[in-house]
């Protein structure tokens, strides 16, 4: 009998502990992308994470990676202070959609406008999962929340905000995708993404954004089999995956095309 | 030959890993582990169909399968 | 500019340039008057020197970005005046919940809301309780006068990183906006304390670093505010004040920052007519120099308060004396620029009680 081989074990960034996320949840599944990126990368050693406010507060427990905690929604604030501290070390926010796009949309919209150096790993669930279900930026019309008990409604609360296509829209965002955890093939897309993310801030050439669709089976008030099935079914035809925006293949810098002095000139 | 292997107290029970495995051998056990899940399995007689093409773990949030595969000639 | 020789500028640039010879090496603001001379002068200045000027979308920005700064273990700081630091709070409660270093500079404005430009000290309460959520303080320092501006600037980068809390440089208009012959001086070693042992610089053959404020186990959160509160206790230390004619005085005024500055003038001109009047100004208002005014109250001295308020150090004072005395007090109201003259009359009336 010929020896086995190990095809898939969790990456060692990731330290052996038991998440607190609810079945079903696709933190973890976001988490181990990002550690196997920056495994892959090399970046281990080099990698300062920017925390944020909700369930993945924690990520801190997770990566063993150094970090910082910010306060609600200004983790690109946190991490523009960080990097331009530490220009030579990789530096990545992990946030929510009520995070980055509700209280920390200024925040968010003007590191990516600045061109900032760093990665945004955005997980969006379309609800405020931590504080247990209220409606967020990114609730689709109809859907229940916790204070939109009717179905989140156009006419009264506007509709749900798609970030990707704000972020690719900026001037200084180098790479902008919409990735989504809900299946097999999505999932190794979605790692693909995260990876031209951290790229293009390691090339020096701007700020890097992959938009995570993911599931919040408690908060949806399903099961995780049937909140995949809703992400493909209907976050996706809302959110529509792809790339938004990406220098790499126009052969350009996110800064110098706006007239700009690059910063790794300074 | 290629096996997956459950860390029964990482599981939580979510059944992702039952959608997606190709021969449809992953299933929900009698069990439940410590946390109360009832946790996913292949059933031994099933394990020889197993590919080892990894998406169960892929999909599994929660780091709970290891997939193993037989080392192939001349590598 | 370090070469020793007097130079007339105005309050605002003094903290630029005290701030540069502390080793500043990251900048980041947001405009608002009447502070606007400090980040103009670093966005040219602090990028010549190799450091990282950024204007943030915001004054919330801006302290987070202090703080990702500070958890970088970067000499940084931030300034603003009144309502922006107000908009501030959230990062400071964090980043004294962290135990992170940053000097934030208020040059003060009037108040409550939007008030005016013009001078004020409206901004005690908030400065020394605090400010924002949870039980924290930052250590506050008061300057008078331009060279004070530059010589604080020194004193706060040395303090926030003693101590890895918050320091707040308190101004108001006339600090920052006033012109003054200021002597720049450089200190001759900067100390970090072992900031290399606590920042985020990437884990390399070393553990992980987590910089946090937030303590869920049980007794976790306990714990870090008995920490802090044994470090606002180790700070007490540092108290400082200007002591002035007080040996003989009947009646002591106490008074801060560019109040106490005019009202040293009052006291000058008293003195010289043969009243008995010293002054004690707070050059840190927090820790607060309870000591030297308790120490006046045992030897039988009355008290005057003078702020530009409608009455906040005066507490501080009273707490301080409480045991032996009182203090009155007299309030300049925000939005009207005081002179010399307008303190005499009010302290001729408690020298003749």
Redesign the interface.
């Known amino acids: 009998?010929?020896?086995?081989?190990?095809?898939?074990?969790?990456p060692e960034i990731?330290i052996d502990r038991?998440?607190h996320?609810?079945?079903?949840?696709?933190?973890?599944?976001a988490h181990?992308l990002v550690g196997e990126v920056l495994t892959e990368m090399g970046l281990?050693?080099?990698?300062?994470c920017?925390?944020s406010i909700g369930c993945s507060?924690f990520i801190?427990n997770y990566l063993?990676?150094?970090?910082?905690?910010?306060?609600h929604g200004?983790a690109p604030?946190?991490?523009?202070?960080?990097?331009?501290?530490?220009k030579d070390?990789f530096v990545f926010t992990y946030q929510g959609d009520g995070d980055l796009a509700s209280i920390g949309m200024?925040?968010i919209?003007?590191a990516a406008n600045?061109g900032e150096r760093i990665s945004v790993v955005f997980v969006n669930n379309t609800v405020y999962g931590m504080t247990g279900g209220q409606m967020a930026p990114t609730t689709l019309i109809g859907q229940k929340t916790t204070t939109c008990p009717a179905g989140r409604c156009l006419d009264r609360e506007g509709a749900p905000i798609r970030m990707s296509e704000i972020i690719g829209g900026l001037g200084g965002t180098a790479y902008c995708e919409r990735a989504s955890l809900d299946?097999?093939k999505n999932?190794?897309r979605a790692k693909k993404a995260i990876r031209k993310a951290f790229e293009v801030q390691q090339q020096g050439i701007g700020f890097g954004f992959v938009e995570l669709l993911s599931g919040c089976?408690t908060n949806w008030r399903m099961?995780?089999?049937a909140a995949?099935k809703r992400i493909t079914e209907e976050m996706i035809p809302y959110f529509p995956l792809g790339v938004y925006k990406d220098v790499t293949a126009e052969g350009g810098c996110a800064c110098t095309e706006h007239g700009t002095d690059s910063k790794e000139d300074? | 030959m290629a096996r997956v292997e459950f860390r029964d107290e990482r599981c939580k029970g979510c059944l992702l890993c039952t959608t997606v495995c190709p021969k449809e051998i992953i299933c929900q056990s009698a069990r439940f582990n410590k946390q109360g899940y009832k946790v996913a399995e292949v059933k031994e007689d099933d394990m020889d169909k197993c590919t080892g093409c990894a998406s169960c773990a892929l999909i599994c949030p929660d780091l709970a399968i290891t997939v193993y595969r037989e080392k192939k000639e001349g590598k | 500019m370090s070469d020793n020789k007097r130079i007339f500028i105005k309050g605002n640039e003094a903290i630029a340039r005290g701030a540069l010879a502390a080793g500043l090496t990251c900048y980041f603001g947001y405009p608002i008057t009447p502070q606007n001379d400090i980040p103009e002068f670093l966005s040219a200045e602090l990028p010549a020197v190799g450091g990282e000027f950024v204007q943030a979308e915001s004054e919330v920005a801006s302290a987070n970005m202090l703080l990702g700064a500070a958890a970088g273990g970067a000499r940084a700081m931030t300034t603003s005046s009144s309502p922006g630091i107000s908009l501030m709070q959230e990062a400071i409660s964090y980043m004294a919940g962290s135990d992170l270093p940053a000097v934030i500079v208020n040059i003060s404005r009037g108040g409550p809301g939007l008030g005016d430009i013009g001078s004020s000290q409206g901004d005690y309460f908030q400065s020394t309780r605090g400010g924002g959520h949870g039980d924290y303080r930052t250590m506050v320092l008061a300057p008078g006068t331009c060279q004070e501006g530059y010589d604080m600037m020194i004193q706060a980068f040395d303090m926030a990183f003693k101590y890895r809390n918050p320091v707040l440089v308190l101004g108001d208009a006339i600090v920052g906006q006033m012109k003054e012959p200021v002597t720049p001086w450089v200190p001759e070693s900067i100390s970090n304390y072992g900031v290399e042992d606590w920042c985020l610089s990437g884990a390399v053959g070393r553990e992980k670093r987590l910089l946090k404020s937030l303590f869920l186990e049980e007794g976790a959160l306990a714990g870090q505010n008995i920490h802090l509160q044994e470090k606002y206790t180790a700070m007490q230390a540092e108290a400082r004040a200007d002591v002035y004619a007080c040996d003989d005085a009947e009646l002591v005024v106490v008074a801060y920052g560019s109040i106490g500055r005019i009202v040293k003038s009052s006291v000058r001109k008293l003195r010289s007519e043969g009243h008995k009047v010293g002054l004690v100004r707070p050059l840190t208002l927090y820790p607060f120099p309870a000591t030297v005014l308790e120490d006046l109250a045992k030897a039988g001295k009355r008290f005057l308060t003078i702020e530009h308020n409608c009455g906040q150090m005066v507490e501080d004072v009273r707490l301080s004396i409480r045991k032996y005395a009182d203090s009155d007090f007299h309030g300049h109201m925000p939005g009207e620029l005081p002179g010399s003259d307008d303190f005499v009359q009010p302290i001729l009336a408690r020298l003749g009680r």
């Open positions: 009998m010929s020896a086995e081989q190990i095809a898939f074990k969790a990731m038991a998440t996320y609810c079945p079903g949840c696709h933190h973890g599944i181990r281990v050693d080099d990698t300062l920017v925390g507060v801190y063993n990676v150094d970090a910082v905690e910010a306060p200004r604030a946190v991490a523009t202070g960080l990097k331009r501290s530490r070390k200024a925040e919209v003007h600045r299946s097999v999932i190794r089976p099961d995780a089999v995949n300074k």
